[in-house]
């Protein structure tokens, strides 16, 4: 079955997210430990009781194992996870973290997720993993999401790191679905790339397949480019996540810097 995401949240003029506080800096950490100094933050919002959606992605699986810790020690009770991707699922019932489907647990309390670029709106893109449709459905079903990054994934412009901005796609007639995309005009200028594993075509957890989409400037109206991308037949989702973030947790050289979005987010 085909799931089709919700039409992109209608543009809005917001005022600048604002830095609420920012923890000790730190010198010379490698990403990975920039990695889990977000995460570990990140999950000081995760209180006992709670429905907690759990990310994909090598900062969020800090987050996870965070969890999974507190659990073990008594700190964290009650706990539901649920899980954006096999890959996450079989890791948080490794660390014996209850977990739930959004079919049993509909309404989440927090959601604590990666994403590979954040713009000052903080608006992200996601899905270079593979798992943008379950992490979109998960985040849109949280009462808060909860963004984690390293600063290297801060952008001027959504697609301004010139790497994917991913979009789903059914396996049926998966080029004549490509071309389309490629030539969309709210994506003009883009190259669309087939994502592949070894010699085959990519496949997602729900057995669809991953088109990239590389620009070499950031995306002009990104709500343009969401809209457009999702009316086409054979899409299933995109990684443009708009107006869904919450928190931005930004681990740097500087420290931890904590970013929360002035106004409510749009579903």
Not at 23 to 44: G, Y
Not at 132 to 154: G, N, P, Q, T, Y
Not at 185 to 207: H, I, Q
Request: hydrophobic share 40%; glycine share 8%.
């Amino acid at each position: 079955m085909m799931l089709k995401a919700s039409p992109a949240a209608r543009a809005v003029t917001r005022p600048a997210p604002r830095n609420v506080r920012m923890m000790a800096a730190s010198t010379q950490l490698s990403q990975d430990e920039l990695k889990k100094q977000a995460a570990w933050k990140a999950v000081e919002y995760v209180k006992s009781g709670m429905v907690v959606g759990l990310g994909t992605g090598s900062t969020a699986a800090f987050a996870v194992d965070r969890i999974g810790q507190l659990l073990k020690e008594g700190k964290l009770q009650n706990i539901v996870g649920v899980p954006t991707s096999i890959r996450t699922y079989e890791q948080a019932l490794s660390l014996g973290i209850p977990l739930a489907t959004l079919d049993e647990q509909p309404k989440l309390d927090v959601a604590i997720d990666g994403a590979d670029e954040v713009d000052p709106n903080l608006d992200v893109v996601k899905g270079r993993g593979g798992a943008l449709l379950r992490e979109k459905m998960v985040e849109m079903a949280s009462a808060k999401f909860v963004c984690i990054v390293d600063d290297s994934k801060m952008v001027t412009g959504l697609g301004g790191s010139k790497l994917a901005m991913p979009v789903e796609i059914v396996q049926f007639c998966h080029k004549y679905t490509l071309q389309r995309l490629a030539n969309l005009a709210e994506v003009k200028g883009c190259e669309a790339k087939l994502r592949m594993n070894g010699d085959k075509p990519y496949v997602t957890d729900n057995s669809n397949y991953i088109v990239d989409l590389y620009f070499q400037t950031p995306i002009k109206d990104s709500h343009a480019a969401s809209k457009a991308i999702l009316a086409l037949d054979g899409v299933v989702d995109h990684g443009l996540f708009l107006d869904m973030v919450d928190v931005c947790i930004i681990a740097g050289a500087t420290g931890v810097t904590v970013q929360e979005r002035p106004s409510p987010k749009k579903h």
